[in-house]
């Protein structure tokens, strides 16, 4: 069987991680652009003033997508590049900024793909309370209706917020990400709530105001539990923890996927926030349960590693386990358990948004950039996603991260993601061998893996 004809091969990026310009044409700041300006939160003090400079270079880059041959591109818009206070006023160079984007793309016959909010949060809406004030929603509608308005003449596919776990648990809760603060859990909730809420009526919009029908769906992170084994019990005990809101709290599937798509939250809620857990209505769990076209979400590695006596390491670590530069473990069987475990839950076909890995890259002394383990990484994960395709997970795409090296939020620029190379002092690019492989992939559908 094989990936499906027409099935979505692309690359990602997100806004603050490369357009740079982060003050260019009337752009308000967002939390990143501010608190990375305070020292002890990137390293190296690093920041997305610059990044890539998509911002200026954007013709240049999509001829470089083009020459890797994607058929869709993700990347988000930055909010208050189009509204600089986040709402009110809207900046009509940064409207015209994505619009211009957008034809580049089509243009070049690639299917964009818009994530609505990928943590470029306004910073003038932060210090009103952000997330935590009961109208965080109604921001969030009015910026999706200036977006919707604006370009879905041109853009069919919406995913809501990207990675919802990071925007309340690493904002948030750990602060490892902008604006890097630490709250309760009965904030927390709320917070969790409002994000939700906001999904919501981004869909609700898009559903009753598009200019033409939409493709939608929310980009959770996905911890999934691996089987020890291929028994029945080992599989129900992988699932069960995989869903388990207990086992990765605010960063779990079951507290962002379930209200979604199932229209409750998880029992283990009242656990985990315990005499903060809130009682919803019915009218807002069925803004937030509306009907989405596809389950997306990103995967990287697991949260368990099927081998014995790993007693003194974590659940997904073993002695001399094979990792990226930034220190996760490699372990491809979690995309085939994640497309399997969220299809027999969620009953929506697969999209993966992001995978991926940072390698140690450099260009070499003949001019090119060669990254075996980045095709081999994505190779494992193609053949498992291949895979659970072939025993009946319906898949619409898969997207990889990054289509360029980038600012990788605290990490800064240490971590290369990308299929592309960005040397940062000459904003020269260079297409990798794995950009030239996954090239080839996709001119084969997946045929050749
Ligand atoms: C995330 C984001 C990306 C990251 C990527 C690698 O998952 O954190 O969506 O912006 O850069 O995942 O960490």
Redesign the pocket.
């Known amino acids: 069987m094989g990936f499906p004809e027409g099935f979505m091969w692309g690359g990602?990026?997100?806004a603050y991680?490369i357009e740079g310009a982060y003050k260019a044409d009337g752009k308000g700041l967002n939390v990143w652009d501010v608190y990375t300006h305070q020292p002890g939160h990137v390293k190296h003090f690093e920041n997305g003033d610059v990044a890539c400079d998509h911002y200026n270079k954007y013709k240049e880059d999509v001829a470089l997508f083009k020459e890797l041959g994607i058929k869709c591109y993700r990347f988000s818009i930055n909010w208050p590049r189009i509204l600089p206070n986040g709402v009110g006023e809207v900046n009509e160079a940064g409207i015209k900024f994505y619009s211009d984007l957008i034809d580049e793309l089509i243009k070049a016959g690639i299917e964009p793909v818009v994530s609505l909010y990928?943590?470029e949060y306004p910073h003038e809406l932060f210090k009103k309370g952000a997330w935590l004030n009961p109208e965080s929603p109604l921001w969030f509608e009015e910026y999706v209706k200036v977006v919707v308005d604006a370009f879905s003449d041109r853009v069919k596919y919406w995913m809501t917020i990207?990675?919802p776990q990071?925007v309340v648990g690493?904002d948030y809760m750990t602060g490892s990400h902008a604006p890097f603060m630490k709250h309760e859990r009965c904030d927390l909730i709320l917070m969790v709530h409002n994000v939700l809420l906001s999904h919501g009526r981004a869909v609700k919009y898009i559903r009753e105001h598009a200019k033409q029908p939409g493709k939608i769906g929310i980009?959770p992170?996905a911890p999934v539990f691996v089987p020890k084994d291929n028994s029945k019990e080992a599989i129900e005990e992988a699932r069960a923890k995989t869903f388990d809101m207990r086992n990765a709290g605010l960063f779990s599937v079951s507290l962002w996927s379930d209200p979604i798509f199932l229209g409750k939250y998880p029992e283990e809620c009242k656990e985990f926030f315990g005499d903060s857990m809130i009682t919803p209505s019915k009218e807002d769990m069925d803004l937030i349960s509306q009907e989405l076209d596809f389950y997306s979400c990103?995967i990287?590695y697991s949260s368990s590693t099927p081998v014995p006596d790993n007693v003194q390491y974590k659940e997904n670590e073993y002695q001399g386990d094979p990792r990226t530069t930034?220190n996760w473990v490699v372990h491809e069987d979690v995309m085939y358990w994640m497309c399997k475990f969220m299809y027999e839950r969620y009953k929506k076909p697969i999209f993966v948004?992001?995978n991926?890995m940072?390698n140690m890259d450099w260009v070499s002394l003949d001019g090119k950039v060669h990254d075996p383990q980045r095709i081999d990484f994505t190779h494992r994960y193609l053949l498992q996603m291949k895979k659970a395709i072939d025993e009946g997970v319906p898949a619409l795409g898969y997207i990889h991260?990054?289509v360029m090296d980038?600012?990788?939020?605290a990490?800064g620029y240490s971590?290369r993601?990308g299929l592309i190379y960005v040397d940062y002092a000459t904003q020269k690019r260079t297409i990798k061998d794995s950009g030239y492989w996954y090239r080839e992939v996709i001119e084969n559908n997946g045929g050749n893996l």
């Open positions: 990602a990026s997100s991680q990928h943590w990207n990675e990071c690493c980009v992170t990103t990287y930034i948004a992001e991926g940072a991260w990054s980038n600012f990788e939020w990490h971590q993601f």
